[in-house]
């Protein structure tokens, strides 16, 4: 039908949307989708106190509000009504708002709806930012700060490597006073160690740290204990623990940021430079015993312990500071060539005011032990021991320590450090080359005795003053008679008898040499290895070395007491007058066995047997204990011999205990049975016997009419 019509259009729609609500201990990262665009280089929109909790959206598009990452951020438990086309805020739980971005409204779209997890976030981003101490594993409690990086603001100035507020005109300030109460080096250090995180709440208020002139990059304050609501886009905190100085110790501080270089030192110190706290360099005054919050990305800080440090040279180490774990002991060697190794305990002491010289010089404490004093110390003992005689090195041990102390004393004065003591702990004699000196047979003169000094730690002349010294170093010990004859000197090892060895080795060095051992000849006043030793004590150089092997091999004889030293004696004189009575070839005087030929036309040859009982003999010994050598005379005295001395050695084995007994016979030996025998020919003429004697003993002891034990 003709004329005008009229239709009405749906001009407004109406549609809910939930409250903006923060969780407790989480934030809201607001995002504007209106407003001014950002400046070129900017990353998040200028904020302006009539902005709010972002709830008038008018207010903010008429005071020039920009899109983007808005600064400030929601703090736990806000609930407010945002606008939701407006303006995005992302939470933890969820996302609030509309997106209009195409990108974002896709991805809301087929996924159902946003996560922070779009924007690029974590989830511990949307928590609370804590600072709190760390317990540990130990159950100690470790203090920690934060270390801020702020990812916004202007660039910072060239040869700046972190940003502080004002830069440090403050410290400029104070030293351009040249007030001295004022410009002290403990006015300047809490000047510094004294943040102004006051002045932006601690990173909090974004806005007010960059109007204060905050810079991108690292900052120099760090955060505090506490929490704090910072915005994931803007800032990074990194936990790091908070330097502690115990009592004892003093941190020696390299800065990395100040005021520049400006060396305090003087002229003579050659080994960089010292400054005043504020100026970039090693400071001239350490930090004390406390707590300092301070930024270890600017200042870099040494702990030097300012206590007595005991440092060892030896297989153990200190646990109160660990810095002796690389020393050992010091191995060196004498003229002569005999290998030592010495156990050496030093004492230093670092004073608090030469800690930064110190550091300067070295670099740690830890160099000064291993780089320094080290080779300081090894290289004195080496060149020390290497120049004089071992028998001099043993003997004058307490001058040797006192010159190392003063060497030490010197070497470490050159590094401001204190010397507080040298000691020699022991010094211990090398084990495998004594061994394969006696399998040679070619020791040097005296070898034994200075094994023997070195382990008992004990100076020779000592013993020849007739003082009666007994000296304690853990290993062994040593007991020295009166002066006189040398029978009255002896020597006990650890287990207080004497080695199987040493007597073997003994008697091999005294073949056809006057005078056995506790023969006829010592008693009847002829020559002995121990009376050469005291006629000759006093002759120096290779007679007194001589003197010193030969004095060695008697005591190792008579390594028994008195008692059992007279009762070997009146058993060899029963023997020898047995032996008399007889008419044998053994009734002679030793001198005259030595000197006479035999029927084979050699020496009278000598031997050690050595034998050991079998358990089975042995539990038979025990049933009927006897002396065995009793058994053994008359079967000896059928072939021709006798017993010169018996010795019952007991000795830890390697899986069981078992006696030992040894005897020295003038000939042949008979097997046990039930024994195990080992047969050590004593005499070099023996090698004349080609067999035939050999076969001679054994066809002997088959008609000897022996019987074994058990």
């Known amino acids: 039908m003709p004329g005008l019509r009229f239709q009405l259009w749906l001009v407004y729609a109406v549609t809910k949307h939930p409250w903006v609500q923060v969780p407790a201990g989480q934030i809201g990262v607001v995002l504007a989708q209106v407003g001014e665009p950002l400046p070129i280089g900017a990353k998040s929109a200028i904020y302006r106190p009539e902005f709010g909790n972002f709830t008038d959206l008018r207010v903010f598009i008429e005071k020039h509000g920009q899109k983007g990452v808005q600064r400030p951020v929601l703090s736990p438990g806000t609930l407010a009504p945002i606008h939701p086309l407006a303006f995005l805020v992302i939470t933890k739980p969820e996302v609030f708002g509309v997106p209009t971005s195409s990108e974002l409204s896709s991805r809301s779209k087929s996924k159902g709806e946003l996560s922070f997890r779009a924007f690029g ?12 101490p760390r317990p540990t594993e130990a159950g100690k409690v470790i203090d920690m700060i934060g270390i801020v990086t702020a990812l916004e603001g202007d660039p910072l100035p060239a040869g700046d490597i972190a940003s502080r507020l004002g830069g440090f005109s403050d410290i400029h300030a104070l030293e351009a006073a040249g007030d001295g109460a004022t410009a002290t080096d403990a006015r300047l250090f809490e000047t510094i160690l004294g943040n102004q995180n006051d002045k932006h709440s601690a990173y909090q208020d974004f806005q007010r740290f960059l109007d ?62 010292l400054v005043r706290p504020g100026h970039r360099g090693i400071w001239q005054e350490p930090l004390r015993t406390g707590k300092c919050p301070i930024n270890p990305r600017c200042y870099q800080a040494v702990i030097v312990p300012t206590f007595i440090i005991t440092l060892n040279w030896a297989d153990v180490v200190s646990q109160a500071h660990n810095l ?50 080290q080779a300081a110390v090894g290289n004195h003992f080496r060149n020390k021991l290497q120049s004089m005689p071992a028998v001099s090195f043993i003997a004058t041990r307490e001058a040797v320590q006192q010159g190392a102390y003063e060497y030490v004393k010197a070497e470490l004065s050159k590094y401001r450090v204190e010397t507080r003591g040298v ?15 006696d399998r040679a047979g070619d020791r040097e003169p005296g070898s034994r005795d200075l094994q023997d000094a070195a382990v008992g730690a004990g100076p020779a002349h000592r013993n020849r003053e007739g003082q009666g010294h007994r000296r304690h170093a853990g290993r062994s010990r040593e007991v020295a008679g009166r002066r006189g004859h040398p029978d009255q000197s002896h020597r006990r090892t650890q287990d207080g ?45 290779e007679r007194a070395r001589s003197a010193l092997e030969e004095h060695r091999a008697v005591r190792a004889e008579y390594a028994r007491d008195g008692r059992r030293r007279q009762r070997h004696a009146r058993r060899r004189a029963g023997a020898a007058d047995a ?58 005295e059928k072939l021709g011999g ?46 004349a016997d080609d067999g035939r004697g050999g076969i001679s003993a054994m066809k002997k002891a088959a008609q000897s009419g022996y019987v074994a034990p058990g």
Not at 121 to 132: A, C, G, H, W, Y
Not at 510 to 534: E, K, N, S, V
Request: proline fraction near 6%; hydrophobic fraction near 35%; charged fraction near 25%.
């Open 579 to 636: 032996a008399d009575r007889r008419g044998t070839h053994a009734g002679r005087s030793h001198h005259q066995a030595l000197n006479s030929p035999t029927a084979a036309g050699g020496h009278m040859a000598k031997f050690l047997i050595q034998v050991a009982y079998t358990p089975q003999a042995w539990a038979s010994m025990i049933k009927n204990p006897h002396d065995r050598t009793q058994v053994l005379k008359p079967v000896l």
């Open 497 to 541: 008898s004497a080695g199987r060895g040493d007597l073997h080795r003994a008697d091999r060095r005294r073949t056809g040499r006057a005078g056995a051992i506790g023969g006829p000849g010592a008693r009847r006043g002829l020559p002995t290895a121990g009376g050469r030793a005291r006629r000759e004590r006093d002759g120096g150089g």
């Open 121 to 132: 976030l974590d989830e511990k981003q949307l928590d609370v930012t804590r600072i709190s």
């Open 324 to 373: 002796d774990a690389q020393l050992k002991q010091i191995e060196a060697k004498s003229s002569e060539g005999f290998h030592f190794a010495i156990d050496l305990q030093v004492q230093i002491h670092i004073p608090d005011t030469q800690a930064p010289y110190v550091i300067s010089m070295v670099g740690s404490v830890a160099n000064l032990v291993n780089e320094v004093l």
């Open 642 to 687: 006798s017993i010169e001395l018996s010795l019952l050695h007991l000795r830890r084995a390697r899986h069981h205990r078992r006696p030992r007994p040894a005897a020295e016979h003038r000939r042949g030996g008979v097997r046990d049975r039930g024994e195990r025998r080992r047969r050590d020919p004593i005499d070099q003429d023996d090698a």
């Open 423 to 437: 000691y020699i702990q022991a010094v211990v004699p090398a084990a495998a080359v004594g061994r394969s000196a």
């Open 212 to 273: 204060f002139g905050g810079k991108i990059g690292l900052q120099h304050d760090p955060l505090l204990y506490g929490a704090y609501n910072l915005n994931p886009f803007l800032l990074r905190v990194e936990e790091v623990p908070m330097l502690v100085v115990e009592q004892g110790q003093v941190a020696v501080m390299k800065a990395y940021v100040g005021l520049p270089t400006q060396d305090t030192s003087g002229v003579d110190f050659k080994f960089g430079s």
